[in-house]
């Protein structure tokens, strides 16, 4: 059997979130889904391989996204708070341990008005794992 790294961390932050009580999704919901905000995305995911002299590691790295409406700033950032945590951790799944870079985290709140006569609070958050 093979084991994938990165969907192990990815399912692990999803699972994360969830237990935290954010209505989390893999996906930026459909409007058919009626998605109420804020909520959080599981997003884009990177895997940069790393030799090390003995054994073969890697550099993960996972984009977390909250979704909020335009009053609703505090809540991102306090969201996006909770989330950062998991970087600053050890993420062990089933198969591997994952180490959280913080030093090497990112976050970002923009406005965003892609939906037609609306204005959202869009969290972007970068976190960065050692496989360990």
């Known amino acids: 059997m093979d084991y994938v790294p990165e969907q192990e961390l990815f399912d692990q932050l999803y699972l994360e979130s969830d237990q935290m009580g954010f209505d989390t999704y893999d996906h930026l919901p459909l409007r058919t889904e009626n998605a109420n905000y804020p909520f959080v995305v599981i997003g884009d995911t990177q895997q940069n391989p790393v030799n090390y002299r003995t054994v073969m590691g890697g550099i993960f ?3 977390i996204h ?3 409406d335009a ?3 505090y809540d991102v950032s306090k ?4 989330l950062a945590q998991l970087g600053e ?14 030093n ?3 976050r970002q709140i923009i406005t965003d008005t892609s939906v037609p006569d609306t204005v959202l ?6 976190l960065v794992f050692n496989l360990g």
Do not use: C, N, P, Y
């Not at 969201?79 to 909770?82: E, G, S, W």
């Not at 951790?89 to 913080?102: A, L, N, W, Y």
């Not at 609070?121 to 970068?126: A, E, P, R, V």
């Open 121 to 126: 609070k869009h969290g972007i958050l970068t």
């Open 89 to 102: 951790e050890v993420v062990v799944t089933e198969h591997f341990r994952f180490i959280g870079r913080f």
């Open 61 to 63: 790295t996972v984009t």
């Open 66 to 68: 909250v979704w909020a």
């Open 71 to 73: 009053e609703s700033r």
């Open 79 to 82: 969201m996006m708070q909770r």
């Open 104 to 106: 090497q985290e990112d």
